[in-house]
């Protein structure tokens, strides 16, 4: 239908008072016809039949890209996890370490504990791993040491555990190989479970175990020497369970904390403090420093290299006391 303004009123003229005639209006509508039809069929002229490209409008940018529906952008993927912080390997403030471990972290495990609760989390994903880490088989030597009374680098104090070990300065890695229960395993198809308690500095090499003399007779005779080897990270049955000590010198205002007789290697420790939880720092003696008190006797969370995190309460700021907690993380 032609639009309003194409349309003729047969309304008297109103200039005049007389009717427009007949015959004028008839032409002058087989005019409007021909133009109509030169316009319809001259070259590109007509309807569009979608052939031109669509124009944005003023303002908006046009693009080939097409928007994924939310279904297509979800992930399966669970998030990762935030990476590790940077460790520190000095103790600001703190008594400093003397050989191979701090002043007054020789206490006896004997020392009278103090009652610990724990409450444990399944973490989603594991944390970034260090160099000590579950699934992976290391390569290197193995040499002999007289490990003496037991006590080493990672500060536990003497033991009676002769089936121990100290690992090389890049795996030992800031003290995160400290606890670890490692199996090496001779080529002569031998092999033995070490507790990893020391360092091994240079010339020990990447991949080398210093085994305490007992081990290391289980894989060849002591006059060997030295020996080639593979050795990976285990999780074994134990019936210790995990206690918690603080260093020497701590408070409510500075203070060290170390986790004794985890079955699986420490990935870290936090405290909880008014702003959540704070990862703290780890020394190459294996104490992790709250420099400023943040979070000294309150709750500690504990995050091994599979992920399970153990939550600590009720665990109060009492110098080189070793305090048990009753809980153990999960055996792989």
């Known amino acids: 239908m032609a639009s309003s303004s194409h349309r003729r009123s047969r309304r008297p003229d109103r200039r005049t008072g007389r009717r427009v005639p007949v015959v004028a209006v008839v032409a002058v509508a087989a005019v409007a016809l021909v133009v109509s039809l030169v316009v319809a069929f001259r070259p590109g002229g007509g309807g569009d039949d979608g052939a031109r490209a669509v124009e944005p409008a003023a303002g908006a940018a046009a693009s080939g890209t097409h928007t994924a529906s939310p279904s297509a952008t979800a992930s399966a993927s669970p998030t990762a996890s935030p990476s590790p912080s940077p460790k520190s390997s000095t103790a600001s403030g703190s008594p400093s370490p003397t050989g191979k471990g701090p002043a007054g972290a020789s206490a006896s495990p004997s020392a009278r504990p103090a009652a610990g609760t724990a409450a444990r989390t399944a973490a989603g994903t594991a944390p970034a791993a260090g160099r000590i880490r579950p699934g992976t088989t290391h390569t290197g030597v193995a040499t002999a040491y007289d490990i003496g009374d037991g006590n080493g680098a990672c500060s536990y104090g003497p033991t009676s555990d002769v089936m121990t070990a100290a690992m090389n300065t890049a795996d030992y890695d800031t003290s995160e190989a400290c606890g670890a229960y490692v199996s090496v395993r001779a080529s002569n198809g031998a092999s033995v479970t070490v507790r990893i308690t020391n360092e091994c500095p240079a010339p020990c090499a990447v991949g080398q175990i ?35 000590r603080y260093k020497t010198g701590s408070s409510p205002y500075w203070c060290g904390i170390q986790a004794i007789g985890h079955r699986n290697p420490l990935a870290r420790l936090e405290v909880r403090t008014s702003a959540g939880w704070t990862r703290l720092a780890r020394t190459d003696y294996n104490y992790f420093l709250s420099e400023h008190g943040a979070g000294c006797g309150s709750a500690i969370r504990l995050t091994d290299v599979y992920g399970e995190q153990l939550t600590v309460e009720g665990i109060a700021v009492r110098a080189n006391v070793v305090q048990p907690t009753r809980v153990q993380f999960a055996r792989h």
């Open 210 to 244: 210093d085994l305490s003399q007992q081990a290391f007779a289980k894989l060849a005779p002591l006059v060997t020497g030295r020996i080639p080897i593979t050795w990976s990270v285990l999780s074994p049955a134990t019936s210790d369970t995990i206690s918690i």
